[in-house]
């Protein structure tokens, strides 16, 4: 999977998107003799995003392809005294960078800093890092160097995911969802992860055709109203005849036959012939002509009684005369709830009149700004939506902009390590951990436990002694099966089983989900989802975990035999 081989991995993380502050460190632990030392650091969030009770963990593949990639190049072993200036592009053509990665570190640390050191990152690479879906394990320099871009790439990764989740939980499974939302997006390659990441979380495809090119994401898209409005009916296609959908039988000139079409079907509305928009008839004719065999009009641009609905059904009624079926209409402003039940009614009508029966199931798009409110009342019993576009409010997620991922060190040369601050909230909990979801006879979920790795693993048929979290006292629960939360990707720079493939990742985050219970899924108020703690035959809780799962739950130093959260999805 070389990444010089791979286009989607060419679209991976390089090295140095990273903060300054790794290098610094990195440099500190080479020159205290601790590079090669061996560190596990522990990658997750505190608090489960838009005060929901579940988050999708997303990024895996992303950090796979960045961990087995991951070299620091350069341009030869001299360090250079000042920043470099630009290479040309041919200069560096293993990763895409300019200045090479060696050289450019060298131009923003210490002047004095040792020639070796710079040696020692030329060597580097991720052959001696392990990860379990996201704990991280190998050398302290080359793990300590991993933060920054794994953060980078499983915290928006994870926040899309969970926020298009919530959409498809809103929508229900009946409608479909299609992210649009590049142009909102933060850069190209926060659009890239949103249209990834929203199919993973449950949207049905993406407008972005770089996500269906580099991801595989379905894509889909029709017209804007700019070539509507480029249209202004003086138009003359350069050839407007289109053959029967068979195959067999003379061409037809289609705008003709709109034209007619247009007389019975305006005296069917009651409008005048006059009153539809002619430059909006020329696009969807001319759109007809490029697509008949999937023509989508766009019903808004003037008037969607007067001009809109007319002008689409005489080119869906002259394109059902040679046999072809228009796929679907799309409204993008006004009251869209309201409009779609009266476009579906003109349809019906419209079907029955001229004994079309397909015409009264066109499929009906709505898009523009809807938030969580809007989609909730588009998908309300009776809607006559079938399909909903959503940007802004899946790309940017509004509710809440970031998860808040943090990775932090819990263990060097196999010693625990702790940090503690000021804040409660921010104390990590030491050691190698280990996390198992239990489950009841008919498989539903009971909670999930936390222990360190070198503990026994809980088994199924065992009654059990857990500290949920938030509680004073222990519980006890015999599980029917139990399910290891970690899995082991990478280990000595190499894969240990094939990556899932994003419909694959979609499934199952899918499954996943619907295993939760609907009080867990409710996204206002919901039942938290239960994290216990041990087992251990301490008499007592070895610390109080948090009210919102996933948490860090704050640990004091006299008990060391404490977990970290972990992430259910």
Known sequence: MAAEQDPEGRAAARPLLTDLYQATMALGYWRAGRAQEAAEFELFFRRCPFGGAFALAAGLRDCVRFLRAFRLRDAGSSRPRARPAPRPAIATAHHGLSPPDVQFLASVLPPDTEPAFFEHLR???????????????????????????????????????????RLRLIAGPEKRLLEMGLRRAQGPDGGLTASTYSYLGGFDGSSNVLAGQLRG??????????????????EVPPDPMLAPAAGQGPRVDLAACVEVWLERVCAHLGLGAQEPHPGERAAFVAYALAFPRAFQGLLDTYSVRRSGLPNFLAVALALEELGYQAVGVRLDSGDLLQQAQEVRGVFRRAAAQFQVPWLASVPIAVSNNIDEEELARLAQKGSEVDLIGIGTSVVTCPRQPSLGCVYKLVAVGGQPRMKLTEDPEKQTLPGSKAAFRLLGADGSLLLDVLQLAEEPPPQAGQELRLWPRGARESCTVRPAHVEPLLRLWVQQGQLCEPLPSLAESRAFAQLSLSRLSPAHRRLEQPEQYQV??????????LCSLPPQPPLAPPCPPCRSRCLRSYRPW
């Open 123 to 165: 060597a580097l690479d991720c052959s001696g890092v392990t990860v379990p879906l996201l704990q991280v394990s190998g050398p302290l320099l080359v793990v300590q160097l991993l933060e920054t871009p794994l953060l980078c790439l499983v915290s928006y990764a994870s926040l899309i995911a969970t926020n298009a989740a």
């Open 217 to 234: 994401v379905p894509v889909a898209g029709t017209l804007a109203h700019s070539f509507v409005t480029s249209f202004s009916g003086a």
């Open 532 to 541: 216990g703690v041990g087992p251990t035959p301490s008499p007592r809780p």
